[in-house]
């Protein structure tokens, strides 16, 4: 095996991703940090890098799994299955949307696509107004389907999987059709695993969008035990600060689920998003 020498560009590559992996992870690190720390010491002395073994503890984490906590756990349990339910949900409907557009040719295939390319160039702010009637008119103001069923069908997955559908062959199609597979067949059998790369990517797209999304939950839901986690611990800060670090603690195990979703799917993110953009 050739041993791989070390070019001065390759080393100033290397050097420069290092640096940006430490100013990544380095946010996190501090914030780790003082979620091991006391309300007063954070409010005294800020976030800081200083390890102070005399007041740093595990308390606030005991505390967050407490009885007297126990609203954490429950807005913990909204946001982990509002997000597997939308991210499911959200990826199944829209690939079916982008693979139709992609693969079957009828009038008005280009028309819709279009469209779907005016919606990603909408904010979303502008819609909520209407999207928030519309809820009251359907009677789904504070509950979960309110949450979800707005943004289930979102542009910008069924725009990527539009592209990446594109590159696929479509020889495919007529194979699973000589067999006998019905088109649904031929979708959840032959095309979805080769577009597993493009939900991989999408899957952490979709997941994040959705575990951090604030605004629309915390204008929709109106119940305290319906709150998801972002929204809960919006309303931990009090105008003293008193609960700064119950709020820090709180957020470094709201990185967890994120973090798992990213670790698993990682190995599709890149090359979903470099074949996805290109056609074959």
Same mark, same amino acid.
Do not use: H
């Given at each position: 095996m050739?041993i791989?020498?070390?070019?001065p560009?390759? $080393?100033? !590559? %290397? =050097?420069?991703?290092? +640096?940006?992996?430490?100013? &990544?992870?380095?946010?996190?690190?501090?914030?780790?940090?003082?979620?091991?720390k006391?309300s007063?010491?954070?409010?005294r002395m800020?976030?800081?890098?200083?390890?102070?073994?005399?007041i740093?503890?595990?308390k606030?984490?005991?505390f967050?799994?407490?009885?007297?906590?126990?609203k954490?756990?429950v807005?913990y349990?909204?946001?982990?299955?509002?997000t597997?339910?939308?991210?499911? $949900?959200? !990826? %199944? =409907?829209?690939?079916? +949307?982008?693979?139709?557009? &992609?693969?079957?040719?009828f009038?008005g295939?280009?028309l819709?696509?279009?469209?779907v390319?005016l919606?990603?160039?909408?904010?979303?702010?502008?819609?909520?107004?209407?999207?928030?009637k519309?809820?009251?008119?359907l009677?789904?103001i504070?509950?979960?389907r309110?949450v979800?069923?707005p943004f289930?069908?979102?542009?910008?997955p069924?725009?990527?999987?539009r592209q990446?559908?594109?590159?696929?062959?479509?020889d495919?199609?007529?194979?699973?059709r000589?067999d006998?597979?019905t088109?649904?067949?031929i979708?959840?059998?032959?095309?979805?695993p080769?577009m597993?790369p493009?939900?991989?990517?999408?899957?952490?797209?979709?997941a994040?969008g959705?575990?951090?999304?604030?605004?629309w939950?915390?204008?929709?839901?109106?119940?305290g035990?319906?709150?998801?986690l972002p929204?809960?611990?919006?309303s931990?800060?009090?105008?003293y600060?008193?609960?700064y670090?119950?709020l820090?603690?709180?957020?470094?195990?709201?990185?967890?689920?994120?973090?798992l979703v990213?670790?698993f799917f990682?190995?599709y993110f890149?090359?979903?998003?470099?074949?996805g953009?290109?056609?074959?």
């Open positions: 050739p791989k020498r070390w070019t560009q390759s $080393l100033l !590559l %290397l =050097l420069l991703f290092l +640096v940006l992996a430490v100013l &990544a992870v380095f946010p996190l690190y501090a914030l780790a940090l003082a979620s091991l006391p007063k010491e954070l409010l800020g976030l800081n890098l200083k390890w102070d073994f005399e740093m503890s595990f606030n984490y005991a967050l799994f407490s009885e007297s906590a126990k954490y756990l807005w349990g909204n946001s982990l299955g509002i597997a339910v939308y991210t499911v $949900l959200s !990826l %199944l =409907l829209s690939s079916m +949307v982008g693979y139709g557009i &992609a693969m079957y040719r009038p295939r280009n819709i696509f279009v469209f390319l919606v990603m160039m909408v904010p979303v702010e502008i819609i909520m107004l209407p999207l928030y519309q809820m009251i008119s009677r789904m504070d509950t979960f309110g979800v069923l289930l069908v979102a542009p910008l069924i725009f990527f999987f990446y559908a594109e590159g696929l062959p479509k495919f199609l007529d194979a699973g000589m006998g597979c088109e649904y067949g979708f959840f059998r032959i095309m979805v080769l597993a493009a939900f991989g990517a999408m899957a952490i797209l979709q994040l959705s575990w951090n999304s604030f605004v939950p915390l204008i929709v839901l109106k119940t035990s319906k709150l998801t929204i809960g611990l919006s931990l800060v009090t105008p600060g008193n609960n670090d119950i820090i603690a709180g957020s470094v195990i709201a990185i967890v689920p994120i973090l990213f670790i990682q190995r890149v090359s979903g998003l470099t074949v953009g290109v056609k074959g």
